[in-house]
């Protein structure tokens, strides 16, 4: 039987994600730390998924995702049924997560009911400096309170941003302290921290160690460039913690599972890293 | 404050009936009220059962609202919902100086959501609180501009500034009209007190933005209706605040 591998942390990459891509800066996706070989042409959904045959990865949660306010330059919201057809074309190889807009309101709050309960999506998605806020800030708690009536985890962006246009300036405000304020009422809310963190790797580790709500996903960044102390705890003390990403499109698949491969994982901590703990968190059935 | 002691050593519901009737009263909304975080000196709670058992024996003059306690989160939701489904509960209750933190601080907005969802109205304390015990001194959190962040975070959500916002009652009056779903209550203050702003925003421009209220046992029921006929309202005023708009935003009928 081939390894379970779930990437936990997917985006669309077609003709759509590009044109409403167009207006950011391709130079930023070369300040990620690994060279980013996907370049400026658009990947199919049927594309995605021979790149995933290839690779082995068994299935991947495909955001819906919401990134700026609509209407501000270079704002980016997936309309969740496209994501919705890829999860009925491609059942058990896609499960949907709902991008969250926080200023949609009780709106949003509705949508992402709808798309849980009646399309079986399975969680849901927030990258908060993309609207200007912090984790912890007041407008995203009716959509943490909505995660944790549905039993359902919640992505959130963690760590420094990028600036993909200079028209929308995104201040750096994914502090994994302010998981620790979201924890503070909402003990049993299941976060999942995206993007490893960095450069606040320790203090994810600490948080995801205090609450044992708080998982961590090692994407966008390469393990090996996160350190000692994250790659100890993914093999020991967070080994039911830490989630396997790639960040498609942001990395291909190949190279890292090559870096993946290199790092001299022990067994025991490798099953649970790169499938088994998305399967358990996110109840996912095959 | 000065509660009667007879009041103090608690009257049981038929002779807070009766007092209601005496003082030609004919309605009240009853708060399951909660007072702090749990196993904090002086914290309180009154038990929602409690309430829905005074409801059920007087259906015609009990309406029940439910406190919430934020740190009850999510279960704390859904007991809201529960209440308001299953026992005819009519609204929300937040003491947010009990809890230390300010009416727009994220800790309540789960409560916020579920009251938009449930189409419920939410009463919050405004203005200054007391220090209730030389122990535990409470700060200063119900600042009206914070019911304007909120409004402007949930536009539909019904909002019942009570204990009129004193010292600051002129901000009150700006916020209730700047959004249309934010009211003010003029309980907790004696009416001769209540101040010639709010007065004149009950009689002319806020005519349909504030409700009565007593807060009681803080202020008699007697006391508080025949100061506040005394205020020198036109009948059309009266009858909005003491009866019409309270109708409207909590859909009694």
Known sequence: MSELIIDVSVHLNDQSAKSAQAQWERPLLNRIHTPHTHGSKPISLDDQVSQMDQAGITAALLVATKVGRAGLPGSWHVDPAVVLEATTKYPKRFFGLMGIDPFAGMNGVKELERYIVDHGFVGAHVVPHWFGLSPDDERLFPFYAK??????????????????????????LGSPNSLDEIAYTMPFLKMVATNSGWPWVEELISASNKHENIYVVVDKHPISALGWPMFNFLKSWGMNRVLF?????????EEVLAEVNSLGLPEKARPGLMGQNAVDLYKLNF | MKVAGAVLD?????????????????????????????????????????????????????????GINPFDSVKGTKELEIFVKNYGFVGAHLYPHWFEEAPDNRIY??????????????????????????????????????????ACHFPDLKLIGIHVGWPWTEEMISVADKHENVFIGTDAYAP??????????????????????????????????????????????????????????????
């Open chain 1, 147 to 172: 995660c944790l009536e549905l039993d359902i985890p919640i992505q959130i962006h963690i760590g420094s941003s990028l600036i993909h246009t200079p028209a929308q300036q995104l201040p750096s």
């Open chain 1, 245 to 253: 990403g790639a960040d498609f499109p942001s990395r291909r698949y």
């Open chain 2, 10 to 66: 608690g009257v049981s519901i038929s002779e807070h009936v009766e007092l209601l009737n005496k003082a030609g009263i004919s309605k009240a909304l009853l708060i399951a009220a909660k007072l702090g975080r749990r196993g904090l000196e002086d914290s309180w709670e009154l038990d929602a059962a409690t309430v829905a058992s005074a409801c059920e024996a007087e259906p015609d003059v009990f309406k029940g609202l439910m």
């Open chain 2, 109 to 150: 907005y789960p409560f916020y959501a579920k009251c938009v969802e449930l189409n419920i109205p939410i009463q919050m304390q405004v203005g200054r609180c007391q220090r209730y015990a030389h122990e535990r001194p409470m700060r200063n959190v119900g600042f009206p501009s914070s019911v304007d962040r909120i």
């Open chain 2, 192 to 253: 001769k007190y209540l101040g010639d702003s709010l007065i004149n925003y009950i009689n002319s421009w806020g005519m349909k933005k504030v409700i009565f209220g007593t807060d009681w046992p803080v202020i008699p029921f007697d006391r508080a209706v025949k100061e506040t006929k005394d205020l020198g309202l036109s009948d059309e005023a009266l009858e909005h605040l003491f009866t019409l708009n309270t109708q409207r935003i909590y859909g009694l009928e």
